[in-house]
Structure formats: structure tokens, C-alpha cells
Nanobody
Framework: VQLQASGGGSVQAGDSLRVSCAVSGATFSAYSMGWFRQAPGNEREFVAA????????HYADSVKGRFTISRDNAKSTVYLQMNSLKPEDTAVYYC???????????????????WGQGTEVTVSS
């Protein structure tokens, strides 16, 4: 499974940005997808996830109401729409994929089997 993240950039606080993750080499619809982020000096943290069955979504409290995760199975792509960005959202954003992850594990980075290379998001005040 190959994951290719894109769409990062530098924006001002309050702006919006959408990052994408294209998946190849696998049946996309069979995978739950997640987004994590890692800021300099910090540990990787969960951002959002969308399940493979029914597409239920889950968010970190810090982004709930501002970020939206979605998937397009026809394009084998997962998106993270980020609105009302804050400087504390500055990080490298990584997408992850897993066929068998269970709900109780989705916030654990070590539970996901496949990772993309990351795309950098910088939010200035």
C-alpha cells in the first residue's frame, strides 16, 4: 500500500487549507483512513479518522468543529479540510491506512499499519 500526501503549505491564522492523501496498490474502500500530525519537538498526535465501513468519523478534541475528514472511494483519496486554522495547528501532517483497525485503537499511531510521507502545514499569526 502506498500513501501520497499533498496539499500542505503556509497560511495565515483563520485561513483554510485542504490536504489530500492518495492511496495506491490496494483496495481503498477496504481501509480505514486516519490523519496524524507532528509538530517540532512534539510527539505525533491523532487528528481525525474515517472508518471503512459506513465511513464514521472521529476527531481529536483540538480540531473538532474546525476540521473535516472525508473520503472519495472512486478516487482512492482521503481529505482533511482544515478551517479556522491556528498557529498551534502547525505540523507535518501524515496520513495512515489500516484494514483491520478497531474503534478503540484509532487514536493510537502504533495501531496503524501503513503511513504516507507527510505534508507540512505552517500557520502564522
Amino acid at each position: 500500500v502506498q500513501l501520497q500526501a499533498s496539499g500542505g503549505g503556509s497560511v495565515q491564522a483563520g485561513d483554510s487549507l485542504r490536504v489530500s492523501c492518495a492511496v495506491s496498490g490496494a483496495t481503498f474502500s477496504a481501509y480505514s483512513m486516519g490523519w496524524f500530525r507532528q509538530a517540532p519537538g512534539n510527539e505525533r498526535e491523532f487528528v481525525a479518522a474515517i472508518r471503512r465501513n459506513g465511513g464514521s468519523t472521529h476527531y481529536a478534541d483540538s480540531v473538532k468543529g474546525r476540521f473535516t475528514i472525508s473520503r472519495d472511494n472512486a478516487k482512492s483519496t482521503v481529505y482533511l479540510q482544515m478551517n479556522s486554522l491556528k498557529p498551534e495547528d502547525t505540523a507535518v501532517y501524515y496520513c495512515a491506512a489500516d484494514r483491520a483497525i478497531i474503534l478503540s485503537d484509532i487514536r493510537r499511531g502504533d495501531a496503524w499499519d501503513n503511513w504516507g510521507q507527510g505534508t507540512e502545514v505552517t500557520v502564522s499569526s
